[in-house]
T-cell receptor, first 107, second 122 residues
C-alpha cells in the first residue's frame, strides 16, 4: 500500500494567514492526488483533485500543487470557515489511501 | 451533482452483522463506481472497497476481504455494504462516496453520503 504522510498533524493559525499542508507519498503517485476538508460531524468534502484542479464551487484561496511523491495544499488568507481537518488521498495505486489528516485550529 | 443518502445509525453486538444502505439520486446510478470509507472515532479515513453498480463487480481491501460484501439494487438505485462478525474496533462512521472522474476507477470521491454510525458494543 502507498503510505501518505501529512505534515504537520495540526497547526494553529489566525484569520488572514496563509497556511500550507504537505503530503508525501511512499511511492510516486502520479497526479491522482486529492484533498478533502472535513468539519466535525460532517462527511469529507472534495476541495482539489488531480493535485491542482480546484473543485467547482471551492473558493480560489485553496490551491494545490506537487507531483510524484510531494504535494501541498495552500490556503491563502485563512477564513473562519476554513478551520477543519484536511486529508490528502492517493488513488493512483490500489488500495486508495489517505493521509492521517491535518487539523487547522484557530490561534 | 448527485446525492447519496445513507441509512440510520445502528448498535450491534460483537459477532453480529450490519448492512448499511446508500441511496443514489441525481445522476446515472450505473455510471460511476461507489466506494465505502470508514472513520473510527477521532481517527482518519480508511478505504474499504468499491462496487461497480453497472456490473456488480467489487474490490475489497484485503483486511476486509472475508467479512465484507458490497451489493447493489439497480431497481432502487441503492448500494449496500454488509460487514459480518463485527468487533468492537469496527465501531466507526461508514461513508459511501461516488467515484468521479475520467476513468472508471479510481479518481476522486465526490459527493459523499452523510455517514452512518455503527456502534459495536456488548
Amino acid at each position: 500500500d502507498i503510505q501518505m504522510t501529512q505534515s504537520p498533524s495540526s497547526l494553529s493559525a489566525s484569520v488572514g494567514d496563509t497556511v500550507t499542508i504537505t503530503c508525501r507519498a511512499s511511492q510516486a503517485s502520479s497526479i491522482y492526488l486529492n484533498w478533502y476538508q472535513q468539519k466535525p460531524g460532517k462527511a469529507p468534502k472534495l476541495l482539489i483533485y488531480a493535485a491542482s484542479t480546484l473543485r467547482s464551487g471551492v473558493p480560489s484561496r485553496f490551491s494545490g500543487s506537487g507531483s510524484e511523491t510531494d504535494f501541498s495544499l495552500t490556503i491563502s488568507g485563512l477564513q473562519s470557515d476554513d478551520f477543519a481537518t484536511y486529508y490528502c488521498q492517493q488513488t493512483y495505486s490500489a488500495p486508495p489511501t489517505f493521509g492521517q489528516g491535518t487539523k487547522v485550529e484557530i490561534k | 451533482q448527485g446525492q447519496l443518502v445513507q441509512s440510520e445509525a445502528e448498535v450491534k453486538k460483537p459477532g453480529a452483522s450490519v448492512k448499511v444502505s446508500c441511496k443514489v439520486s441525481g445522476y446515472s446510478f450505473i455510471g460511476q463506481y461507489i466506494h465505502w470509507v470508514r472513520q473510527a472515532p477521532g481517527q482518519g479515513l480508511e478505504w474499504m472497497g468499491w462496487i461497480n453498480p453497472s456490473s456488480g463487480d467489487t474490490k475489497y481491501r484485503e483486511k476486509f476481504q472475508d467479512r465484507v460484501a458490497m451489493t447493489r439494487d439497480t431497481s432502487t438505485n441503492t448500494v449496500y455494504m454488509e460487514l459480518r462478525r463485527l468487533r468492537s474496533d469496527d465501531t466507526a462512521i461508514y461513508y459511501c462516496a461516488r467515484d468521479e472522474g475520467p476513468t472508471s476507477c479510481c479518481n476522486w470521491f465526490d459527493p459523499w453520503g452523510q455517514g452512518t454510525l455503527i456502534t459495536v458494543s456488548s
